[in-house]
């Protein structure tokens, strides 16, 4: 089982993938397309082409993981969209409000990083 945590790296491809894809085949748009390394633990999000489905690629330092969520009914409503870059970059909460069909621009949580103050009197 693969749990999505606060520290995951999370890139989600902006261009459709080909969904006949397997591991290697999403591996090498990770280097050729993404200019990413699959082996790196960033956890690659997919989408195909009618934004019915999903595929979640991951190396946990033994192996890939390939994980796909399709749709019964509906459309993913949110992908990033952009000219000039190959890749958006996801939060953990925001990553499990779009595997639920959400829009994981609208997710609110709280700041990746934040400043732990001692209460030390200045």
Same mark, same amino acid.
Request: glycine letters at 10%; proline letters at 6%.
């Given at each position: 089982?693969?749990?999505?945590?606060?520290?995951?790296?999370?890139?989600?491809?902006?261009?459709?993938?080909?969904?006949?894809?397997?591991?290697?085949?999403?591996?090498?748009?990770? &280097?050729?397309?993404?200019?990413?390394? @699959?082996?790196?633990?960033?956890?690659?999000?997919?989408?195909?082409? %009618?934004? =019915? #489905?999903?595929?979640?690629?991951?190396?946990?330092?033994?192996?890939?993981?390939?994980?796909?969520? &399709?749709?019964?009914?509906?459309?993913? @409503?949110?992908?990033?969209?952009?000219?000039?870059?190959?890749?958006? %970059?996801? =939060? #953990?909460?925001?990553?499990?409000?779009?595997?639920?069909?959400?829009?994981?621009?609208?997710?609110?949580?709280?700041?990746?990083?934040?400043?732990?103050?001692?209460?030390?009197?200045?």
């Amino acid at each position: 089982m693969i749990q999505v945590t606060p520290q995951m790296r999370i890139l989600v491809a902006v261009a459709p993938a080909d969904f006949r894809k397997g591991i290697d085949g999403l591996a090498r748009v990770c &280097r050729d397309v993404l200019r990413q390394d @699959p082996f790196s633990g960033y956890v690659f999000v997919f989408g195909n082409r %009618r934004r =019915q #489905a999903i595929k979640v690629l991951i190396y946990d330092g033994q192996g890939f993981w390939l994980c796909q969520k &399709r749709l019964s009914k509906g459309r993913f @409503p949110w992908w990033p969209h952009s000219e000039s870059e190959a890749t958006d %970059r996801l =939060q #953990a909460h925001q990553l499990a409000v779009l595997l639920s069909a959400g829009d994981p621009t609208a997710a609110q949580g709280a700041a990746a990083w934040r400043r732990v103050d001692g209460g030390a009197p200045e």
